[in-house]
Every structure is written in C-alpha cells, then in structure tokens.
T-cell receptor
Framework: KAGVTQTPRYLIKTRGQQVTLSCSPI?????VSWYQQTPGQGLQFLFE???????NKGNFPGRFSGRQFSNSRSEMNVSTLELGDSALYLC?????????????FGNGTRLTVT | TQLLEQSPQFLSIQEGENLTVYCNSS?????LQWYRQEPGEGPVLLVT?????EVKKLKRLTFQFGDARKDSSLHITAAQPGDTGLYLC???????????FGQGTELSVKP
C-alpha cells in the first residue's frame, strides 16, 4: 500500500509569491491534516479536511488555505509569501475522522522563502 | 488553548544509557500518541495510549500514560545509536477536535 505522497519535496519562492502544495493520502483514507514544522515552533496544526469539508483550523492567517477533492487528495495554498513561512509542511492522513486514530505522515515539502 | 509541554528539548547520551522523555498538559487527553521522526522524513507512529495508568512496551521503549490522563512518559532502556531522532508526543482532546503536538525531544545517542 502506498504511503502519503507529498509534492514537490523542495520549493524555493520569493517573498510576495504564492505557492501550492499537494498531498495524496493513503488509499481509502478520508481525513487529511496539514502541519507546519519549524525548529522554533515544532509542529503547528494548520487545518484538517474530511470528505472535502474543512473540519478544523489552526491559528494561521488567512493567507493559508486548503481544499480537498472528491478523491481525498488535498492541496494547500499560501499567498503573499513571507520569510517566516519558510518551513517543512507536512501532510498526514487517517482512515477515519476519529481524532484518536493515528496519523500517517508524508515526508513533507520543504519551502524556502527568500 | 491546549498546550503540550515536552521535556527535555535536547538529549545527548552515550550508547547503553537509559533516558526518559516527559509530556505534560493541564488538560485531559482522550488519547496520547508518540511519534519518532528522522531527518528528511515525516513522523512515524510508535504507540497510542488511551487508558489512564496504561503502560505499553515496544522492545526497549516503555510508554506510560498518567492516571489522570494529563501526562505521559517515554523511557528508553540501553539506548542505541539507531534510537537517534526526534521524539514527539501528540495529544487528542475530546473538545479540541485536533491532534496537538509537543515541541519534540531531539535525541542523539553516541556510540
């Protein structure tokens, strides 16, 4: 069974640009969560989608948005990039919507904003 | 806002030593998960604890969930260089609707 796939693995963008990250969950998994990981802040929750609906959202500005498609694949978009957006963005899927069930993570997209 | 305090943040030990990592919160968890992350990869689940007082063992790793379900610990016996990595605890809250991660413990085991 293929794991969670995130593309691209690396991205370099300039301040003010926008970026779209993609995540393909494990087949059959309906929940997709996004996290931002930085050395200083650890893993910060961005949002979670379940059956194409955003079910929960973290404390990030509106520049961060996402969506989920009918095949459970998800995209995350960041507009008007800032230097502080440089981070590892992790996508994780779970089989059900139960928050107690484990997350299966992809290897992340490393975003560098210059 | 629910917070998970994880300690220590960094740990550098010699092969063969024992260590304990702690995860604490003022809130009650419905469950707590421990993950391990290696450089260039995403976190991988080690264990989930659900019941207060629960103890789970995974080879040389022992996980404990506090009786009040507000804290947890990870104990590694006779650490090996292969245990090197970032250890993360993550708590699920009944009211929170999301999984909250601690800051992580960066473990380095030197041969």
């Amino acid at each position: 069974k293929a794991g969670v796939t995130q593309t691209p693995r690396y991205l370099i963008k300039t301040r003010g640009q926008q970026v779209t990250l993609s995540c393909s969950p494990i087949s059959g998994h309906r929940s997709v969560s996004w996290y931002q990981q930085t050395p200083g802040q650890g893993l910060q929750f961005l949002f979670e989608y379940f059956s194409e609906t955003q079910r929960n959202k973290g404390n990030f500005p509106g520049r961060f948005s996402g969506r989920q498609f009918s095949n459970s694949r998800s995209e995350m978009n960041v507009s008007t990039l800032e230097l502080g957006d440089s981070a590892l963005y992790l996508c994780a899927s779970r089989l059900t919507g139960d928050y107690n069930s484990p997350l299966h993570f992809g290897n992340g997209t490393r975003l560098t904003v210059t | 806002t629910q917070l998970l305090e994880q300690s220590p943040q960094f740990l550098s030990i010699q092969e063969g030593e024992n260590l304990t990592v702690y995860c604490n919160s003022s809130s009650v968890f419905s469950s707590l998960q421990w993950y391990r992350q290696e450089p260039g990869e995403g976190p991988v689940l080690l264990v989930t604890v659900v019941t207060g007082g629960e103890v789970k063992k995974l080879k040389r790793l022992t996980f404990q969930f506090g009786d009040a379900r507000k804290d947890s610990s990870l104990h590694i016996t006779a650490a090996q260089p292969g245990d090197t990595g970032l250890y993360l605890c993550a708590g699920a809250y009944n009211q929170g609707g999301k999984l909250i991660f601690g800051q992580g413990t960066e473990l380095s085991v030197k041969p």
